[in-house]
């Protein structure tokens, strides 16, 4: 008899394959079955034909794209555990020289993509933009705003500049998820900015 409050019951009737009378209370299978089918399901899963699948799957544009949505999902349900982690990963020792390494060639790519006409009231404008974040994020008690490249930095087609009408301040989830695309759009500070798809 099905019962609301408990994962499985007994029902009337055994099943046809194996003559368990046991059910899963949420999709009323029999529980024996449907544990030894989620098993095959496992080991097939392991298997190197079926990684392989996989991994060429997700170096295809749909791939890349699904890879995408289903960690920025993940993200957002697990904001708190993706801080946590990231507090740990920065403060152990072996994540150091990586974490050096990353920052040098972001300051490096920063300073290259600075160009020589930026004079002192320009640079100024740069260094508000980047107070406004640090200000947001004091207000929100943690880093939940980046400033990001309208163009990026980095990118197979294109290469953006550093300078204030490429950057906005925009919350970090967004930026992690646009990564270094060049989504183009009619944005206030790139009025002439022809409408193009995603650029990978």
């Known amino acids: 008899m099905k019962v609301e409050d408990k994962p499985r019951y007994l029902s009337k009737s055994a099943c046809n394959r ?25 080991e097939q899963e392991k298997s190197p034909e079926t990684r392989a699948r996989k991994k060429a799957y997700l170096q295809t544009p749909r791939g890349k794209e ?7 999902k993940t993200y957002q ?16 020792p072996k994540n150091l020289a990586k974490i050096l390494q990353w920052t040098t060639f972001r300051s490096t790519r920063i300073k290259d993509a600075t160009p020589p006409w930026v004079k002192d009231d320009i640079s100024e404008q740069v260094v508000n933009i980047y107070r406004e974040r640090d200000s947001l994020n004091k207000e929100a008690g943690y880093v939940k705003y980046h400033v990001d490249h309208i163009v990026p930095l ?9 300078v204030p009408s490429n950057l906005r301040v925009i919350e970090a989830s967004e930026n992690a998820s646009k990564s270094n695309k060049w989504i183009t759009s009619t944005e ?12 990978q």
Do not use: M
Not at 66 to 72: D, E, M, P, T, Y
Not at 192 to 198: A, D, R, T, V
């Open 18 to 42: 194996c003559g368990d009378k046991e059910r899963f209370n949420h999709n009323d299978k029999c529980c024996t079955c449907y544990i030894a089918r989620r098993r095959r399901i496992r």
């Open 66 to 72: 699904l890879r995408r949505k289903v960690r920025a």
């Open 77 to 92: 349900n697990n904001k708190d555990v993706a801080r946590k982690w990231k507090r740990k990963y920065s403060k152990d």
């Open 188 to 199: 206030p500070s790139w009025p002439n900015i022809p409408q193009l798809k995603l650029i």
């Open 154 to 162: 980095v990118n197979k087609k294109v290469c953006g500049l550093h």
